[in-house]
């Protein structure tokens, strides 16, 4: 059997991201190559093309992933949380990749295709240490958060930060359920 065969087969002849059956293709999901199952994924048109073009994303195609994205399938996983990042200003988005788990090896390679933050601008937790997009961090100091009675406490873990792009003093992260901006110098980088 060939590879989009075996594609067709994993899928049940769907886009393994929309479910959609109409002309469906192989997608592989970079920087890995064509030569394993294992590396790509069976999309329809209407996802390759958004995949392929950011300018094309409709977000509401999107919420799809609230159900591709517990695939059991590490390609599958990638694109999901690539894309859930993209389009993580819509609100939405954010809440899925807060519930969203993966193992560490498929969390490096959906992170090897995400863009590094503007030059010049690096975040660094307590430590000096390098944070990126979808790290998880511990709090090392009791927060008060501004606008609401809430004080994220010390130890708190926060998973899947949002690096500002503008300052790279500030991250954004979930602490009790409420997305708030946390300053770099108070967290430590877990994992």
Not at 22 to 48: G, Q
Not at 124 to 140: F, H, R, T, Y
Request: net charge negative; aromatic share 4%.
């Amino acid at each position: 059997m060939g590879l989009e065969q075996d594609l067709r087969d994993r899928g049940e002849d769907s886009c393994e991201l929309c479910s959609s059956k109409d002309e469906l293709t192989v997608f592989v999901v970079s920087p890995k190559d064509d030569s394993s199952a294992d590396n790509c994924i069976l999309v329809c048109t209407k996802c390759d093309t958004q995949l392929a073009d950011s300018n094309k994303v409709e977000p509401n195609h999107w919420r799809c992933l609230n159900d591709s994205m517990w695939s059991e399938t590490g390609a599958v996983k990638v694109v999901a949380w690539r894309m859930l990042n993209h389009l993580k200003d819509e609100g939405w988005p954010s809440d899925l990749l807060d519930m969203m788990y993966m193992e560490d090896e498929v969390l490096a390679w959906a992170k090897e295709g995400i863009e590094a933050a503007p030059e010049g601008i690096m975040h660094k937790d307590s430590n000096g240490v390098q944070l990126n997009a979808g790290d998880s961090v511990v709090l090392i100091k009791d927060l008060d958060v501004k606008g609401s009675s809430l004080i994220a406490k010390r130890g708190s873990a926060v998973r899947n930060i949002r690096l500002d792009p503008d300052n790279a003093e500030y991250i954004e992260g979930k602490v009790d359920g409420q997305t708030v901006v946390i300053i770099t110098k108070y967290v430590k980088k877990t994992s």
